[in-house]
Structures are given as C-alpha cells and as structure tokens.
C-alpha cells in the first residue's frame, strides 16, 4: 500500500495551492481519506476527511470555507483544495487511509488511519 502527496510548496498569503494524493495498493474506492497537517514543534492535526460514496467531507473548523477535499476514485486520488492561506496554515499536509470503516465522530483521529503519506510541506509566507 503505498500513498504518495505532492504539490506543496511556497505561497504568499492569500494565496492557493492544490494537493495530490496517489493510492495504491488497495481498493480505494471503499476506504475512508483524510488530510491531517503537522506544523514546526506541534503536534499532527485533522484537515479533512471523507467516506467512500460520501460527497460531504468534513473540515476542521480552522479550514472551512478555505480548503475543499475532494476524490477521483477513477484515478485514485485524492484532493485538496487549499484556498485564502494563511501563515499559521504553514505544515507538513499528510494524506491517510483507512483499511475499514470508521464512524464519523471517529474520522478527526489520527490512530484511526493506518497508510500514511510522506507529506508535502507548504510554506506561507510573503
């Protein structure tokens, strides 16, 4: 099972960047996706995440209305859309994946996803 992000990098803020995230190795189509992003000297935290057939994902409060996850189950991969960042947005963004179901007041855990990216860093900052 290999997860594989990409598309960080430096961006002023106020500006977007688009993230990628390639699958494979299993069924994609049937596993719970997430984002989760770790700044310098804090601990890993939710961004987003979404179940298959689900097109309502869930987002952290500190991103709503600023990034949008998607997926393409046809090209197994998944998406996010990073919109009006912000200097505290400045992460390493990791995508996961669950190999089974996971409720929804469950989804925001890190422990709960058991593939991993490598992550990708994005810089904000003018």
């Known amino acids: 099972v290999q997860l594989q992000a990409s598309g960080g990098g430096l961006v002023q803020p106020g500006g977007s960047l688009r993230l990628s995230c390639v699958a494979s190795?299993?069924?994609?189509?049937?596993?719970?996706m997430a984002w989760f992003r770790q700044a310098p000297g804090k601990e890993r935290e939710f961004v987003a995440a979404f179940r298959p057939g689900n097109s309502n994902p869930i987002y952290a409060d500190s991103v709503k209305g600023r990034f949008t996850a998607s997926r393409d189950s046809a090209k197994a991969t998944s998406y996010l859309q990073l919109n009006s960042l912000k200097p505290e947005d400045t992460a390493v963004y990791f995508c996961a994946a669950s190999s089974g179901w996971i409720i929804l007041s469950e989804m925001r855990k890190s422990e709960n996803y058991n593939y991993w990216g490598q992550g990708t860093l994005v810089t904000v900052s003018s």
């Open positions: 190795g299993f069924t994609f189509s049937r596993n719970v």
